[in-house]
């Protein structure tokens, strides 16, 4: 299988948006995906989550409104709307897909996650 490619993170000011896409080369239905970010010495954490038919999103506290999650089924693309960014959201920010849907099903950690892209960075910056 291909792995998804994300795109769309750069550099950005204080309270500048950015919207980041996840193309994954695959029917997106049949997922549930996620948008992880990591810095440097930390673990990948969860940002974002929705469901394989997009009626159920999953967020971690932090973003606090301020991220959303969607998903165009015809194109197989994932997207991260980011709005009123901070610099402590700096990271490199990745998509994953797993089938996983039943008891087992954590949204936030990676070890579910069987299909991973290779980043792409955000940095929030004056």
């Given at each position: 299988q291909v792995q998804p490619v994300e795109s769309g993170g750069g550099?950005?000011?204080?309270g500048g948006s950015l919207t980041l896409s996840c193309e994954a080369f695959r029917f997106t239905s049949d997922y549930h995906i996620?948008?992880?970010r990591q810095?440097?010495?930390?673990?990948?954490?969860?940002?974002?989550?929705i469901s394989s038919v997009g009626d159920?999103?999953?967020?971690?506290?932090?973003v606090g409104g301020r991220f959303t999650i969607s998903k165009?089924?015809?194109?197989?693309?994932?997207?991260?709307?980011m709005t009123n960014l901070?610099?402590?959201?700096?990271?490199v920010y990745y998509c994953a897909l797993t089938t996983i849907s039943d008891g087992?099903?954590?949204w936030d950690s990676a070890e579910i996650y069987d299909a991973w892209g290779q980043g792409t960075q955000v940095t929030v910056s004056s």
């Open positions: 550099l950005v000011q204080p996620a948008w992880f810095v440097p010495g930390k673990e990948r954490e969860g940002v974002a989550c159920f999103t999953w967020y971690d506290y932090s165009d089924v015809a194109k197989n693309t994932t997207y991260l709307q901070r610099p402590e959201v700096t990271a087992s099903f954590i």
